[in-house]
């Protein structure tokens, strides 16, 4: 079981930056992929980004193309942490964000990939 609590969303302006966080309970962080998930009003919850879990090689990035460049996904396993790092905000920007995490399965874009998740947490880009 894994349980995971979001902070770090708010109001930024266009161009601004912010970056989420994702705090993770449990001793085997290290073995789950992570993503992060958004759904804005009226739309369905798209894909944003994603880690894989840490091998001896490291880890392993994707990125939705309309988050490529502007977000960068990380992770501190010794502090069960994922991040999320947005740059160069837009309006199109503005939804709730869920982190999510998989214990197995290689689909990062899919939701139905992911087996816990977040409570959710508000972005707003104003322009």
């Known amino acids: 079981q894994v349980q995971l609590v979001e902070s770090g969303g708010g109001l930024v302006q266009a161009g601004g930056s912010l970056r989420l966080s994702c705090a993770a309970s449990?001793?085997?962080?290290?073995?789950?992929?992570m993503g992060w998930f958004r759904q804005a009003p009226g739309k369905e919850r798209e894909f944003v980004a994603a880690?894989?879990?840490?091998?001896?090689?490291?880890?392993?990035?994707y990125y939705a193309d309309s988050v490529k460049g502007r977000f960068t996904i990380s992770r501190d396993n010794a502090k069960n942490t994922v991040y999320l790092q947005m740059n160069s905000l837009k309006p199109e920007d503005t939804a709730v964000y869920y982190c999510?995490?998989?214990?197995?399965?290689?689909?990062?874009?899919?939701?139905?990939?992911?087996?816990?998740w977040g409570q959710g947490t508000q972005v707003t880009v104003s322009s």
């Open positions: 880690i894989s879990r840490t091998r001896w090689s490291g880890t392993r990035t």
């Open positions: 999510a995490a998989s214990g197995g399965g290689d689909t990062y874009y899919s939701a139905s990939n992911y087996d816990y």
């Open positions: 449990g001793r085997t962080f290290s073995n789950y992929d």
